[in-house]
């Protein structure tokens, strides 16, 4: 069983920086692929970025591509997700999750994943 706790999220300007966390409990978070979706009003939840159990690979939704970043410390159960040169458009509720046994190529769906976070709501102003 692993929980999932989001935190970061606010009120920014475009163009601005939010650092977004998740802290996850439970042994076996370092197994754990993660991901990183988001779920505008209106609109299914997408994929953002997943990274491997062992933080060596990475991979992004093509919309923020060279804007954001993915990482985790497996020492502290985090991931974190730092998102630069915000637009409107990034504006949504932003949940990450938990993912077994996977190639991380294949973890762009919600239906990968095993466990959630309840969400953190970031809002881009123009």
């Known amino acids: 069983q692993v929980q999932l706790v989001e935190s970061g999220g606010g009120l920014v300007q475009a163009g601005g920086s939010l650092r977004l966390s998740c802290a996850a409990s439970?042994?076996?978070?370092?197994?754990?692929?993660m991901g990183w979706f988001r779920q505008a009003p209106g609109k299914e939840r997408e994929f953002v970025a997943v990274?491997?159990?062992?933080?060596?690979?990475?991979k992004y939704a093509d919309s923020v591509k060279g804007r954001f970043t993915m990482s985790r410390d497996n020492a502290k159960n985090t991931v974190y997700l730092q998102m630069n040169s915000l637009k409107p458009e990034d504006t949504a509720v932003y949940y990450c999750?938990?993912?077994?046994?996977?190639?991380?190529?294949?973890?762009?769906?919600?239906?990968?994943?095993?466990?959630w976070g309840q969400g953190t709501q970031v809002t881009v102003s123009s």
């Open positions: 439970g042994r076996t978070f370092s197994s754990y692929n």
């Open positions: 999750a938990a993912g077994i046994g996977l190639p991380i190529a294949t973890m762009t769906s919600t239906g990968r994943y095993n466990y």
């Open positions: 990274i491997s159990w062992s933080g060596g690979s990475t």
